[in-house]
C-alpha cells in the first residue's frame, strides 16, 4: 500500500535546491517506494544542522519510513512473541543507531548496513535479560568466551580442561577465568523449591530448607558502622541533637528548650541533618 506523497509549495526554511517530499504518514510507504526516498533524505540529513527542527523531521521520517527492517528483523525471534512490543523498541534501537552511522558515500544499501545493527540490538537485549542475576557485560562476554574454550579444549584433551589451561587458551590470568566461571553461575538460577535429591518424595528437603532467615540486626550494624564516618564529619551541637532526637527519644521541643532555640529551629536542623545522613549512605552504597 503506498501513501501519496506530495510536494510543499512553501517552507519556512531557506528553500533547497530540490525540495523534500512531505510524507503524510511514512509508515504506509511501500518498501520500494522507502528505499527510494530514503535515498534522498540521508542525503538532506548529511548536510543538515543536527538539532534543527528540518534535522529533526529528515531523521524521523528516516525511521518511520524504515521501520519494517525491524518487523522484518522481530519476525526472526517469533518464538518469543511474550516479548515481542519488547523486541520491536529495542530493534527500533538498532535502527536509529544504524541511521545516525550511515553514510551514503559507503555505496551500500541503506537496509544492508543497518540489518546487522538492529539483529545485533535485538541479540544484546536477550543477552542481557536471560541472567538470573544482573551480570557486567564485561563477564557476560566472557561467560561466551570460556564456553567456547571450554568445548575446543574438550576435543583436543578429551577432558575437562582446567582454570589454568583456559586462560593460557584465552590469553587470560586464571583469576579472570574463575572470575568468569563464578559468573556464569548467574545465567540459571535454580528453585527453591527443588529437592536437594533426586527422588522425587514429596517430604524430601528443598533448597529452601537450608536457608537461614535474615538477621536484621545484621543490616543494623552494617548501617550504624557506615554512619560513624557521616557522624564524625558533623560538629558537637549537631551530633548532640542527634542524641537527643534519637537517643534520648526528646522532642523537638524538649531539645529546642535545652538549646535555647525555638522548635521550628530544631526541625529545620534535624531535617538538614538526615538529609545529609542519607545521601551520605547512598552515596557510599
Known amino acids: 500500500m503506498s501513501t501519496a506523497i506530495t510536494t510543499p509549495t512553501e517552507t ?20 520500494r517506494d522507502a528505499k527510494e526516498l530514503s535515498k534522498q533524505f540521508f542525503a538532506r540529513l548529511a548536510v543538515l544542522e543536527e538539532g534543527t527542527e528540518e534535522y529533526q523531521y529528515v531523521r524521523n521520517t528516516l525511521i518511520e519510513l524504515n521501520l ?10 517469533r518464538s518469543r512473541s511474550d516479548q ?11 535502527l536509529i543507531k544504524a541511521i545516525d552511522r550511515f553514510e551514503l558515500s559507503r555505496e551500500v544499501e ?52 582446567t582454570a589454568a589451561e583456559l586462560a593460557d587458551h584465552l590469553g587470560l590470568t586464571e583469576d579472570e577465568v574463575i572470575e568468569g566461571l563464578v559468573a556464569a ?51 558537637e551541637r549537631d551530633r548532640a541533637i542527634l542524641r537527643m532526637r534519637f537517643g534520648e527519644e526528646l522532642t523537638q521541643a524538649e531539645i529546642g528548650e535545652r538549646l535555647g532555640v525555638s522548635q521550628m529551629h530544631v526541625s529545620r536542623l534535624l531535617a538538614r541533618m538526615t538529609k545529609r545522613m542519607r545521601e551520605g549512605m547512598l552515596r557510599e552504597d
Open 12 to 31: 519556512t526554511a531557506p528553500a533547497p535546491a530540490t525540495p523534500l517530499p512531505r510524507v503524510p504518514d511514512p509508515t504506509e510507504v511501500a518498501p
Open 84 to 94: 515481542m512490543e519488547d523486541i520491536v523498541q529495542v530493534g527500533t534501537i538498532g
Open 185 to 235: 553461575n548467574g545465567y540459571t538460577a535454580a528453585s527453591l523449591d527443588m529437592p536437594l535429591d533426586e527422588s522425587g518424595e514429596p517430604a524430601s528437603a528443598t533448597l529452601a530448607d537450608m536457608i537461614g532467615e535474615e538477621d536484621r540486626d545484621m543490616r543494623l550494624t552494617e548501617d550504624v558502622q557506615a554512619l560513624k564516618p557521616l557522624l564524625a564529619q558533623l560538629d
Open 68 to 77: 519494517s527492517l525491524v518487523k522484518y528483523a522481530a519476525a526472526r525471534f
Open 110 to 161: 541503506f537496509a544492508t548496513f543497518a540489518m546487522p545493527c538492529v539483529v545485533g540490538e535485538i541479540k544484546r537485549f536477550f543477552r542481557d535479560t536471560s541472567w538470573s542475576v544482573h551480570v557486567p557485560r564485561r563477564l557476560q562476554e566472557l561467560r561466551i568466551d570460556i564456553a567456547r574454550a571450554t568445548d575446543e579444549l574438550f576435543q583436543r584433551l578429551d577432558r575437562s580442561p
